[in-house]
């Protein structure tokens, strides 16, 4: 924690949250996420943008972002959500995990309230989105856990005019605040970052418990589409038996039908010692999560069309063909089912069917 951050965000930034509580010390201690930071007057927790300022805990990054693009959707990822849509992506600073091998560590672990360089309203984010023919509206590049307020009144926005909301996240809060936040979501892809507690702790700073019980929660007691991301790192979480452990726990209790993607570690930020993520990792992990019964397992950041493809877990028939993030054959009818066999595909799909955006990305400047 650190002192004097509340004052140097533009007023107009700053909004008062709900989840803290008085402690007989004096300090307050937010109850966003389990790391319940005690803070003294003018304290930032360690996601940087939650301060206590006088008798409460603001938000400090109301209405303003890191930057806003349209995205495939696929890239969140979610692959059977909206399929080859737009989606109209934006984070803002910080994060209440401290991964060493962060991806997006520019703007996540960002200190300075320069990188929020765009705003936007709410209201506005929601129109922008119609104008630009997007059928959602995406939190990530950093945790909207941590602009949880902002988050929610966009999605509200959203829904008013019918957009959709998604969230990107490692599922790392506390349960009021997240069953408020799920309320306003259509979709997440929740990012399960190994399956130790040993890699939480170590690599994360972190405990695994809350982030399966936030997958539980949404899986057992919302409607919100799930899927769920696992980046591989070389000698770290890659082990036959922790995706083994991983893979099994995922069918126990979330079922046959929830997506998992495995992803390629690239060196990033404070963990550069390790390789990139063999194809053959992937490859290996896909077939141990197939091998658990999971009907849609997939591969990330990589080229392999076999490990991106959905495939008809009844007759083995081609659903939706990916490269990268294009779609190839469309192998649906209107209402989601294999043209082959009749079989359901779990999803939330278009009635007119897939998107075209392809593989582009378009930044957008609100401010201008």
């Not at 936007?120 to 929601?126: C, D, F, L, V």
């Not at 856990?145 to 008013?160: K, N, S, Y």
């Amino acid at each position: 924690m650190s002192d004097l951050i509340a004052p140097l965000a533009p007023p107009e930034s700053v909004v008062p949250t709900k989840y803290w509580h008085e402690l007989e010390d004096g300090r307050i201690q937010c109850d966003m996420c389990p790391r319940l930071c005690k803070l003294r007057d003018h304290q930032r927790g360690l996601c940087f943008v939650r301060a206590r300022q006088g008798d409460q805990i603001v938000l400090t990054t109301y209405g303003r972002a890191s930057g806003f693009c349209v995205d495939p959707i696929e890239k969140k990822p979610l692959h059977h959500f909206l399929p080859g849509t737009p989606v109209l992506s934006f984070g803002t600073a910080g994060c209440n995990l401290a991964c060493r091998f962060c991806q997006n560590w520019d703007i996540s672990k960002s200190r300075e309230y320069d990188t929020l360089a765009d705003q936007a309203s709410p209201e506005t984010i929601a129109r922008r989105a119609i104008d630009l023919d997007c059928k959602s509206v995406a939190f990530t590049y950093n945790d909207p856990v941590v602009f949880h307020e902002f988050a929610i009144d966009v999605a509200a926005a959203c829904m008013a005019v019918g957009v959709k909301a998604v969230a990107v996240t490692a599922g790392y809060v506390l349960p009021e605040p997240r069953a408020e936040f799920y309320a306003y979501m259509d979709a997440v892809n929740v990012d399960l970052k190994g399956f130790t507690e040993e890699f939480y702790r170590k690599a994360c700073i972190g405990h695994l418990a809350p982030v399966l019980e936030t997958l539980e929660y949404i899986h057992s007691e919302t409607d919100v589409w799930l899927e769920v991301t696992t980046l591989l790192i070389p000698g770290l979480n890659d082990s036959p038996e922790d995706i083994h452990r991983l893979t099994s726990w995922v069918m126990e209790r979330l079922g046959p039908d929830v997506p998992l993607h495995f992803s390629a570690f690239h060196p990033d930020f404070k963990m550069l010692d390790r390789p990139p993520t063999p194809p053959e990792t992937l490859t290996m992990a896909r077939s141990i999560g197939l091998g658990a019964g999971l009907r849609h397992v997939y591969t990330g950041n990589v080229h392999d069309p076999s490990g991106q493809t959905t495939y008809c877990h009844e007759c083995g028939a081609e659903l939706i063909e990916r490269d990268w993030y294009r779609l190839g054959r469309w192998g649906l009818d209107e209402a989601g089912r294999c043209l082959e066999c009749g079989t359901c595909c779990v999803g939330v799909f278009d009635p007119d069917g897939p998107g075209a955006w392809g593989e582009r990305r378009l930044p957008v400047r609100f401010a201008d």
